[in-house]
T-cell receptor, first 115, second 111 residues
């Protein structure tokens, strides 16, 4: 158990809908990262937050957005869902980006299925 | 463009048959190379971080090594419970702290 929690574990929805994925980082971690894992693309970085502020963006679609709240939990919002958005979505957390031993610890993921 | 390539894609071993997994990388500047283990349907589990060429780290039957262009994950006398996908990732020297992952090596250890 990494200490990172994600809810829900599974999500089944229809095309065009909007969903919210939630992540709570490990106690003491200030930085949260979101990744998408699909069969053909592997693990892809989406976005990073540090202490409530957006720090870096990866291949995140405009239909997707995220935020980190004052209690450091984070939410990833996916809207206008398409079949191709079906994937595993992982959240990871780390102490702070600049720390030398800045390993990222991953949560169990949310499996999103868009029908 | 920063890139990570892992080989082989899949590896089948008999229990006790040692082998190595390869991770080659192209990155503008390396801040760290990470190895993770991932079981089906679960999140990646952190194994090692390597920072500079020549560095080695060990954990039970696993040993990770790093050169300027690649990293190896050596598995000594593997057991069936070592079966998993092993992922390699790099963090580049830039303003982001994202990890760039390879596609992984699926390891199956047969009893």
């Amino acid at each position: 158990d990494s200490g990172v929690t994600q809810t829900p574990k599974h999500l089944i929805t229809a095309t065009g809908q909007r969903v919210t994925l939630r992540c709570s980082p490990r106690s003491g971690d200030l930085s949260v990262y979101w990744y998408q894992q699909s069969l053909d693309q592997g693990l892809q970085f989406l976005i990073q937050y540090y202490n409530g502020e957006e720090r870096a963006k990866g291949n995140i679609l405009e239909r997707f957005s995220a935020q980190q709240f004052p209690d450091l939990h984070s939410e990833l919002n996916l809207s206008s869902l398409e079949l191709g958005d079906s994937a595993l979505y992982f959240c990871a957390s780390s102490v702070e980006p600049g720390a030398h031993d800045n390993e990222q610890f991953f949560g169990p993921g949310t499996r999103l299925t868009v029908l | 463009e920063d890139q990570v390539t892992q080989s082989p894609e899949a590896l089948r071993l008999q229990e006790g048959e040692s082998s190595s997994l390869n991770c080659s990388y192209t990155v503008s500047g390396l801040r760290g190379l990470f190895w993770y283990r991932q079981d089906p349907g679960k999140g990646p589990e952190f194994l090692f971080t390597l920072y500079s060429a020549g560095e080695e780290k060990e954990k039970e039957r696993l040993k990770a090594t790093l050169t300027k262009k690649e990293s190896f994950l050596h598995i000594t006398a593997p057991k069936p419970e070592d079966s998993a996908t092993y992922l390699c990732a790099v963090r580049a020297v830039d303003s982001s702290y994202k990890l760039i992952f390879g596609s992984g090596t699926r390891l199956l250890v047969r009893p």
